[in-house]
């Protein structure tokens, strides 16, 4: 029997939190620790940990860099991490589009 | 600052088994315990705890059945499921509809 769609979609991005930084750093070239947190309510510990599963899954680059004298926390996507993220973007289309809006009333 | 989108998603639904289990329930009227099963991938006792956890939200119900004298567990989506589902939907529509696929590559 065929899997169904959902049990292929990365574990790595499908989580909520990890879900979000990719979408961030989708759209942004580049953005920074403070912003993850306050955008997506998480705690430092939290984040870090999101952001360090990516970095080891390749798929963001992380470096400090001091602006103003303060020690800032500086993300990106990596070339892999937009593949994943368009692969992942992909499969879940396609499980949208197995319900039509027009029809999901209907069914 | 508002919220980013990602994180109103609900945690019941997200959970890719689980939003495997929506997807067919949304799919089919009904479906039974081993067909889920075998379409997810999971064991008995993951399934049975997807399962119990989508019912304690009142989005499936369950219900047991002798078919040919073998006991079966049939499952089907509540309204309440079936709203939930398509809210779901929609917010996970909005994050992608941000990433147009002609322009996810030029970015």
Known sequence: MEKHLAISLSKAIHQKARLGIMSILMASEEAEFNYF???LNL???NLSSHLSLLEKEKYIRI???FIKKKPKTLC???EKGRQA????LENLEKIIRSFPPDERRSK
């Not at 993220?85 to 992942?88: D, I």
Request: proline share 0%; charged share 60%.
């Open 37 to 39: 947190k306050e955008k």
């Open 43 to 45: 705690t430092d510990g």
């Open 63 to 65: 470096r400090k860099k």
């Open 76 to 78: 990106r996507m990596t």
């Open 85 to 88: 993220f368009e692969e992942y």
